[in-house]
């Protein structure tokens, strides 16, 4: 079996009788043991996920089997299986075990997708590199020298790696969609609320969205016309019916589109020489072929990054308070009464990166800093919301690079701000609850991968995979 096959080309192998979901299965688990190097994965669910391949084989034959048979999926360390262990890649959550599923994996285990393992992730999606994991570090497989990106690191290694055909990440400030571009894969962030975040565990709950990590765009298409849609378990899932995003690849792409591109992405000094070369040459191609593309101001991509950081931090605050080592997960054996055990326990259960950010985001929104900082910068995002709004009046589709550079070595980025800039050309969608894509178009002279990012109003997200599988394919 080809470890990098898409789902349409392992279900013509099941079709012709080549491959079965046990034979699939097991091709994986050897390669996850030949690269187990990579630390891709914290758990391996072998047994049951030959159990599972072996019912599923026998749906097949049987004619009864889901749309995802044969689908072998990883889940990131964050998002919830019943009866199986999460920790959020965190000590804090150490011999945790959930007690239900997220929606998100109830609806694709209904399809038959065989989920074969939980990956590892920045601590509590914290991250850019996959350096603040507390099992380690993942390395990139293209470069083992290399990160593979953040926070959904292991994610996008394993599918990158051939260790399973696809994976599911969540994306708070560009977390699917960075380490894609740095493995030279799909990753997709839908629309906020177009997906339920119900068994996700928190990171900032506004920005936060499930999304699938994949070889091509179809099987990112499949894996969100399965997934989305509205839900009971969270009020934030929005009640605009989902569509058949996989119908948008097959329809006519002769209409051309307006396209913006933002003015500020091309003369950022930051932006690697290569990847901005190859955005001007994507963008002739688009006008060759009769798109419309124009240059837009957006005069705030420096301010993004901070008003990013000030709300996530603020909420992050909020939502781990609930890690106390009081109820479950890790507890300090030093402590002495109730309150050594909150503070002994978290500080030894947390990491250095989840830590500061707590730290940030309590500090910010104090008596005496909220208005000078939350606030304002809830100000500042209502601004970037109506800017984006307004640049998707006129046009259909925003294009931009995703990230300034390929992959960095691992351990070259020292200092925490420079590592959060990483994300100035993600966290805009993240900001403004819109849906983008990260698409492998690029190969740049070091050897490595790097993508673009097409973005779309909201809920545009089967128009958006449909114009990024023309801009792959220029």
Same mark, same amino acid.
């Given at each position: 079996?080809?470890?990098?096959?898409?789902?349409?080309? =392992?279900?013509?192998? &099941?079709?012709? !009788?080549?491959?079965?979901?046990?034979?699939?299965? %097991?091709?994986?688990?050897?390669?996850?043991?030949?690269?187990?190097?990579?630390?891709?994965?914290?758990?391996?669910?072998?047994?049951?996920?030959?159990?599972?391949?072996?019912?599923?084989?026998?749906?097949?034959?049987?004619?009864?089997?889901?749309?995802?048979?044969?689908?072998?999926?990883?889940?990131?360390?964050?998002?919830?299986?019943?009866?199986?262990?999460?920790?959020?890649?965190?000590?804090?959550?150490?011999?945790?075990?959930?007690?239900?599923?997220?929606?998100?994996?109830?609806?694709?285990?209904?399809?038959?997708?065989?989920?074969? %393992?939980?990956?590892?992730?920045?601590?509590?999606?914290?991250?850019?590199?996959?350096?603040?994991?507390?099992?380690?570090?993942?390395?990139?497989?293209?470069?083992?020298?290399?990160?593979? %990106?953040?926070?959904?690191?292991?994610?996008?290694? *394993?599918?990158?790696?051939?260790?399973?055909?696809?994976?599911?990440?969540?994306?708070?400030?560009?977390?699917?969609?960075?380490?894609?571009?740095?493995?030279?894969?799909?990753?997709?962030?839908?629309?906020?609320?177009?997906?339920?975040?119900?068994?996700?565990?928190?990171?900032?709950?506004?920005?936060?969205?499930?999304?699938?990590?994949?070889?091509?765009?179809?099987?990112?298409?499949?894996?969100?016309?399965?997934?989305?849609?509205?839900?009971?378990?969270?009020?934030?899932?929005?009640?605009?019916?989902?569509?058949?995003?996989?119908?948008?690849?097959?329809?006519?792409?002769?209409?051309?589109?307006?396209?913006?591109?933002?003015?500020?992405?091309?003369?950022?000094?930051?932006?690697?020489?290569?990847?901005?070369?190859?955005?001007?040459?994507?963008?002739?191609?688009?006008?060759?072929?009769?798109?419309?593309?124009?240059?837009?101001?957006?005069?705030?991509?420096?301010?993004?990054?901070?008003?990013?950081?000030?709300?996530?931090?603020?909420?992050?605050?909020?939502?781990?308070?609930?890690? !106390?080592? =009081?109820?479950?997960?890790?507890?300090?054996?030093?402590?002495?009464?109730?309150?050594?055990?909150?503070?002994?326990?978290?500080?030894?259960?947390?990491?250095?990166?989840?830590?500061?950010?707590?730290?940030?985001?309590?500090?910010?929104?104090?008596?005496?800093?909220?208005?000078?900082?939350?606030?304002?910068?809830?100000?500042?995002?209502?601004?970037?919301?109506?800017?984006?709004?307004?640049?998707?009046?006129?046009?259909?589709?925003?294009? &931009?690079?995703?990230?300034?550079?390929?992959?960095?070595?691992? !351990?070259?980025?020292?200092?925490?701000?420079?590592?959060?800039?990483?994300?100035?050309?993600?966290?805009?969608?993240? &900001?403004?609850?819109?849906?983008?894509?990260?698409?492998?178009?690029?190969?740049?002279?070091?050897?490595?991968?790097?993508?673009?990012?097409?973005? *779309?109003?909201?809920?545009?997200? !089967?128009?958006?995979?449909?114009?990024?599988?023309?801009?792959?394919?220029?």
């Amino acid at each position: 079996m080809n470890p990098k096959a898409t789902f349409r080309q =392992i279900q013509t192998q &099941l079709d012709s !009788g080549k491959e079965s979901c046990t034979s699939i299965v %097991g091709a994986y688990l050897s390669r996850i043991r030949e690269n187990s190097h990579l630390n891709a994965f914290l758990e391996v669910f072998e047994e049951e996920a030959l159990n599972k391949a072996k019912e599923i084989d026998i749906r097949i034959r049987s004619g009864k089997a889901g749309r995802l048979a044969g689908m072998v999926l990883g889940l990131k360390d964050n998002i919830c299986y019943k009866q199986h262990k999460v920790s959020a890649s965190s000590k804090i959550l150490e011999g945790f075990e959930s007690l239900y599923s997220a929606t998100v994996v109830e609806k694709l285990l209904k399809e038959d997708v065989i989920i074969i %393992g939980r990956l590892n992730c920045d601590e509590f999606a914290m991250g850019s590199s996959n350096e603040n994991s507390a099992f380690g570090n993942v390395k990139n497989p293209i470069d083992n020298e290399r990160v593979p %990106g953040g926070s959904s690191g292991g994610s996008v290694a *394993a599918v990158a790696a051939g260790l399973c055909t696809a994976a599911l990440g969540s994306d708070t400030g560009g977390s699917i969609r960075q380490p894609a571009s740095f493995c030279g894969l799909v990753g997709l962030k839908p629309g906020y609320g177009r997906v339920s975040r119900h068994g996700l565990l928190a990171y900032a709950s506004s920005f936060d969205q499930i999304g699938p990590v994949a070889n091509d765009i179809y099987d990112a298409a499949l894996l969100l016309e399965i997934m989305a849609g509205h839900d009971d378990y969270d009020s934030t899932a929005s009640q605009v019916a989902p569509e058949l995003y996989t119908t948008f690849l097959e329809s006519d792409s002769s209409q051309k589109k307006k396209v913006a591109v933002i003015k500020e992405c091309i003369e950022d000094p930051g932006l690697d020489q290569e990847i901005k070369n190859h955005l001007l040459d994507k963008i002739e191609s688009l006008k060759s072929k009769g798109y419309i593309v124009s240059e837009v101001s957006f005069p705030f991509l420096n301010l993004m990054v901070p008003t990013y950081y000030v709300l996530t931090t603020a909420e992050a605050s909020s939502n781990l308070s609930r890690y !106390g080592g =009081i109820l479950y997960g890790y507890r300090s054996n030093k402590t002495t009464d109730i309150d050594s055990a909150f503070r002994l326990s978290r500080s030894e259960g947390f990491g250095k990166e989840v830590k500061r950010r707590i730290m940030l985001g309590t500090f910010v929104l104090s008596a005496g800093y909220y208005d000078a900082y939350y606030n304002k910068a809830q100000k500042v995002r209502r601004i970037l919301k109506e800017k984006t709004e307004a640049i998707f009046n006129d046009h259909d589709f925003i294009l &931009l690079p995703a990230t300034p550079d390929t992959a960095f070595k691992s !351990g070259a980025i020292k200092d925490p701000v420079t590592m959060y800039l990483q994300d100035i050309y993600t966290v805009q969608a993240n &900001l403004t609850g819109i849906p983008a894509i990260s698409i492998p178009t690029g190969s740049h002279s070091n050897g490595l991968p790097f993508g673009l990012q097409v973005m *779309a109003s909201k809920f545009n997200e !089967g128009p958006m995979m449909a114009f990024a599988e023309v801009v792959q394919n220029l």
